[in-house]
């Protein structure tokens, strides 16, 4: 954006000069009028705002913004203000100059004549195809305000489900580093000094202290290695789970694992049955919405199976039967969108579904919150009772050998 100069006088009748960021002077001028300023003389400079641009680019935009702009859009638009309006005091107000600047364009676009939605399409990154669907049949339909009151509501849901479930992780996750860190520490400080004791008095070390020995040398002489294995695996692991057979292995093995697994499969069903019942209430076709869920959900199971799913209900298969058929829906979610297609109301039908899928959610990150802390405890324990033991019994046969 272009920086201009201004000289200009205020409601107090004081001559005020300064610098305004604006795409153009129309908007400059424009900006200032809403600061009740009166101008006196603006031109443009090749100045820029001091940290301005790096600062834009440095910034990330994550999902408190969008779920923000979602809400305060909504209200806005209730309110009776138009788009561009609602976009020019949203653009002033964030504080994430990526985010303005983003919001100036999509602005722009839509004073030039493009819909809200083929604007937003052009922000893949921030917009997902969900988002973009409900947003065309807002506009289509003439309920856009409505739509994004219940898409803000939704999103708000939905940050405040992955909140818990991430909150869940952090425990575990500190522990864990905590442990490699100490462990690291005790492999290449203290055991090589232990070594050399033991070198000193030339007595026969148990099995667990020679293993323990044995892996603090590879700690001191091959950390470099063990580093770029690491990396080198993350990187590898990375490009194979891209791949279509990665994908399937990886998402299929994650379902199976203990606890963790009966949680991302209800985590996933919530995400399905909560988006799919606000795109059919807002006036989406049940195909169209099958198809948007397909890429947008994180598991290849799902995705296939849904891919299925629409395929069958395309050539006439009543919903609930063709659920039944695929394992990674339970039988419950057939039995309802059974209920769902006799009463004709499949949007109440999966929002109360998706409600259901979260208690029991939560339910499960409860119950992994309160078994986590002794599983993490027995581990710690018997790391600790291993080093122990091999520290400590040479050096109590050592002191045998003394009497």
């Known amino acids: 954006m272009a920086v201009f100069t201004y000289r200009a006088r205020g409601s107090d009748n004081k001559i005020t000069s300064g610098l305004v960021e604006a795409p153009n002077e129309t908007t400059a001028v424009k900006l200032l009028h ?9 031109k443009k400079t090749s100045t820029q705002i001091a940290g301005g641009a790096g600062l834009q680019n440095l910034q990330k935009i994550g999902l408190t913004e969008i779920v923000n702009f979602t809400r305060q859009l909504a209200t806005m638009m209730v309110a009776g203000l138009s788009i561009p309006e609602a976009l020019t005091i949203l653009r002033t107000q964030t504080t994430n100059l990526k985010f303005a600047a983003i919001l ?22 921030l917009f997902p195809p969900t988002f973009m669907a409900l947003i065309r049949a807002g506009e289509s339909s003439g309920t856009l305000d409505r739509v994004l009151t219940r898409l803000a509501d939704v999103m708000e849901s939905e940050r405040e489900f992955r909140s818990k479930v991430q909150g869940a992780m952090i425990y575990p996750a500190i522990i ?5 860190v100490v462990v690291f520490i005790m492999m290449t400080v203290v055991v090589p000094k232990l070594t050399t004791l033991y070198k000193d008095f030339n007595i026969t070390l148990p099995v667990t202290t020679r293993i323990l020995i044995a892996v603090s040398t590879f700690f001191v002489h091959f950390w470099w290695l063990m580093i770029g294995i690491i990396i080198g695996g993350a990187v590898l692991f990375r490009r194979w789970r891209k791949t279509p057979e990665g994908e399937l292995i990886v998402d299929s093995l994650v379902f199976k694992l203990p606890i963790f697994g009966n949680l991302q499969k209800k985590t996933m069903l919530v995400e399905f049955t909560r988006t799919l019942g606000m795109l059919i209430a807002s006036g989406v076709h049940i195909l169209d919405g099958l198809r948007i869920l397909q890429e947008s959900l994180g598991n290849v199971l799902f995705r296939n199976a849904i891919g299925e799913i629409a395929k069958r209900v395309e050539k006439g298969f009543p919903l609930g039967d063709t659920f039944a058929q695929y394992a ?3 039988p419950i979610v057939s039995q309802m969108m059974k209920v769902g297609e006799e009463t004709g109301k499949l949007d109440d039908t999966l929002t109360k579904l998706s409600g259901y899928f979260q208690s029991e959610t939560d339910n499960i990150v409860k119950g992994l919150t309160t078994a986590l802390e002794p599983i993490i405890m027995v581990i710690l324990g018997v790391g600790v009772g291993f080093i122990v033991i091999s520290v400590i019994t040479p050096i109590y046969n050592l002191t045998s050998q003394f009497k």
Do not use: C, R, W
């Open 34 to 42: 809403e600061k009740q300023l009166f101008i006196i003389s603006i």
């Open 104 to 125: 100036e364009n999509i602005e722009h676009e839509i004073v030039g004549g493009s819909s809200f939605a083929d604007t937003l399409g052009k922000y893949p990154e």
């Open 328 to 330: 990674v829906f339970p």
């Open 176 to 180: 864990l580093v905590g442990m490699t």
